[in-house]
Each structure stands twice: as C-alpha cells, then as structure tokens.
C-alpha cells in the first residue's frame, strides 16, 4: 500500500497533486509519502512486538537526511555501512545506540568515528578487521559491542548482484568457522560479544530462504552459548521484498517474516534486531518526469523523458523493473501505444522500458516512475554533467524540498583547475 493515487483525474502524493511539485519544482525530481514511510516503518514494529527488538533503518536504501530523522523520531535504529551514512544518522539525531555499522571494508578513522561517536555495535565481517577493531579499541581505552556475521550459505533466490548469503559472496565468514572466530573475539582486548548477525541479501520474495538461514543462526546460537558466549542480542538483516510490478503476486508481509523470525528463534530469549530499507521507503516514493520528445522509430515509439539513468540507476544496473503510469489520469477505456521509455544521457543502457504501453502522449505530459523510493537518489549521478535530482517530502497537504536541485554553478565550483594551467 501506498499513498500515491489517482483523485481529480491526476495523480497525487497524500493530498498535494504531483503536477503542482512539478510546476514549483520541476522535473524529474523524487517525491516521498511520509504517510507511507510511517505506515510500514510501523508494520515492522508490530511484527515484532512479542519480543524486544529494534527495527534498523538500512540507510544505504534512502539516506536523505528528512527521510532519516522521520525514521528516528519514529524509534527507528540506523544500520550503516560507511562513515558518511554513519554521520547522516547522528546528524538526522538518531543516538549512537541505536546505530548498527556493517560492512566488509570499515576503515579505522570510520571505526574511530564511531567509537567516539557511540555506537549499538559493530558487524564483523573478517578476522582482520575484528582484530584491527580490538587494536584501536584498546589504545582508545574503550570495549565496544560486536556481533560477527556469518555467512550461512543460503541462496536468497534473488538478483546475482544483491545475494549476500551465500559462500562465494564477500560478506561475512563462512559459519563452520564461527566457533573458532568467536573464541579468538573473546579474547581480544576491547571487544564484547554480544551477538550473532546474518543478512542474505536483497529484495527477497519468498521466506524459505530466511527460514534456512535462521535456522542455522538458531543453532549456532545454542553451540555458542555452549562455549560460554552471551549471546543476548540476534541481528537478522533485511531484505524482504516490495511488489514492483502491480500486476505481480505480493511479496510476503513484514508479518509473516516476523512469524518465522518467531518460529525459528524466538525459543532463544535474544532481543532481536532487524534491517529493513527497501519495504520501508521502496513504495514510499516516485520519480516524477516530463515527457521531452516523441520519437516515430523504425518500428518503435520512443518516449523521451528528462529523467536519465544517472537520475534512477536500477533499471540499467539490474535490469529492474518500475511500474511507469501517467499523471493525467487514463480515460477508461481508451487504447494504449507501445512505447521505448528512454532518456537522454548518451547510452543505450539509458532505457527505462522497452515496450510498455502507456496512452498516447506528448511533449510536457507527466510521468511517474513508481517504487522509486529506494536506490533511487542514493545511486544518483551527475553523469552528462546533469545536476543530482531533487527529492521533496509530501506531509498531508504540504511538501518541502529536501534536497535542491545543484545548479550549474554549483556544479562547476566543485572543481578546481591548477594555477599551473
């Protein structure tokens, strides 16, 4: 569910109609449905809410600094992966125990950032970065909380390039060697362990896979326990899935994942964290764009659009699909044409659609790209030299511009050419 819907025969967000952020704005731009985003934060929660928990927002989905003090000031913890995002979140006022660092490559200036910072935990994802962490723990005079992330080697059934789960993937190290890893953890100064994290990767539309997963981390936890490690807390990752095709079935519901959360560890008496980003904003927001030219091709029509591939990169990194739907509202009834929607960066990877049938348009009609809430803007370029796309936030009847569109100027100020040219 969202709250994008045709009212007065053009698309709204909330209650403000999309051609007026169009008209103020301009084009393309992304817009955000706060309505949505507390909505779904708050099915997570309720998922979880026979056990203690926290519900991490993965900052790498959406990491505009509105979208993340909405989500902090709803109880939301941060989970980061770079000392940016990790900043992004104290700076939206999430406190630092409420924010996870994961990652393979954490450096020892963002490990230092975050020590003095405050942190939740850190996800270990290798031997030496554990014990990098331990070295500058202990000259820091600090002990910080760890979980190691193990790699359960599941397959998530989802795209090559978002599966984190299984053994030949970077992330995390391979479970049959946990036990020896956690003994050395232990052992180390500066370290406390106080938990167990897996995550198998992204955009998930069956729960098999976290039922396998769990399983194994279920069962790690009572050999751990059994070596003398406190493992009181369980980081169980994100990555459920969001319907991107209107016409599909519906991924599973943040509740049923939190049932086979229950079913598989709910036994153990861990407080439970979880990482969701893509169910939570995914849904929650749109890239708006106007339509620049029709092109008559040799057997095709192509819809030139001002949005571009450095604007929403998933469709030419991932072969993604985004639901494309017209701002005027369609006559009931009337015929579609078959359209290439395409863009204007000088790549033939900068194809939204091939195909797709919308009602005959022009130049100025409006499109939206839907469920481009999430690795929309994060992914953003200036690619072309076009500015990064603006994001506006939509509360009711009113929208604020979140992030401004870069002008030329402050483009080009960026760089800086050498007295010795």
């Not at 490990?111 to 935990?121: F, L, N, S, T, V």
């Not at 020896?180 to 098999?208: F, R």
């Not at 494309?324 to 009931?332: F, G, L, Q, T």
């Not at 009847?397 to 401004?404: E, G, K, L, N, T």
Request: proline share 5%; net charge negative; aromatic share 6%.
């Amino acid at each position: 569910m969202d709250h994008f819907n045709y009212r007065d025969g053009a698309l709204w967000a909330e209650d403000v109609p999309l051609t007026r952020i169009a008209a103020e704005v301009g084009t393309p731009v992304y817009v955000y449905s706060t309505a949505t985003l507390t909505r779904h934060f708050g099915l997570f929660r309720q998922a979880l809410e026979w056990t203690d928990h926290l519900v991490c927002f993965a900052v790498k989905a959406n990491s505009n600094l509105a979208v993340l003090k909405l989500m902090g000031d709803l109880g939301a913890g941060m989970d980061v992966v770079s000392g940016g995002e990790y900043a992004r979140a104290k700076a939206a006022g999430v406190p630092g125990d409420r924010i996870v660092f994961s990652g393979v490559g954490k450096t020892l200036a963002e490990m230092r950032q975050a020590i003095e910072g405050g942190i939740r935990q850190f996800n270990i994802e290798s031997e030496p970065e554990m014990r990098a962490l331990s070295a500058l723990a202990a000259s820091m005079g600090a002990e910080v909380p760890i979980a190691v992330r193990v790699n359960p080697d599941v397959d998530a059934k989802t795209h090559e390039k978002i599966a984190t789960g299984k053994s030949e993937n970077k992330f995390g190290i391979p479970i049959a060697r946990a036990r020896e890893v956690y003994a050395e953890a232990a052992a180390l100064p500066g370290l406390k362990v106080v938990g167990i994290d897996v995550h198998i990767g992204s955009q998930l539309t069956d729960l098999d896979p976290y039922r396998q997963a769990y399983a194994k981390v279920a069962e790690l936890t009572q050999v751990l326990r059994g070596d003398g490690h406190a493992i009181t807390r369980l980081d169980l990752g994100g990555g459920l899935g969001i319907p991107y095709r209107r016409d599909n079935n519906v991924p599973p519901l943040p509740l049923e994942y939190g049932q086979v959360i229950r079913d598989a560890v709910g036994h153990l008496g861990c407080e439970i964290e979880i990482e969701p980003g893509r169910n939570i904003v995914g849904n929650a927001g749109v890239l708006l764009s106007q339509v620049i030219y029709v092109k008559e091709g040799e057997g095709r029509n192509f819809l030139i659009v001002d949005a571009a591939m450095n604007d929403l990169l998933r469709p030419a990194m991932y072969g993604a699909h985004h639901d494309i739907v017209p701002v005027v509202e369609p006559v009931a009834g009337s015929e579609g044409r078959s359209f290439d929607v395409v863009g204007p960066v000088c790549e033939s990877g900068d194809t939204f659609q091939k195909g797709t049938s919308l009602p005959d348009m022009a130049a100025g009609d409006l499109i939206a790209f839907r469920s481009a809430g999430a690795y929309g803007a994060v992914m953003a370029s200036e690619y072309n030299s076009r500015p990064l796309v603006p994001e506006v936030l939509v509360s009711g009847d009113q929208f604020a511009v979140i992030r401004a569109r870069p002008t030329y100027e402050d483009m080009l100020a960026r760089d800086s050419i050498p007295g010795w040219l």
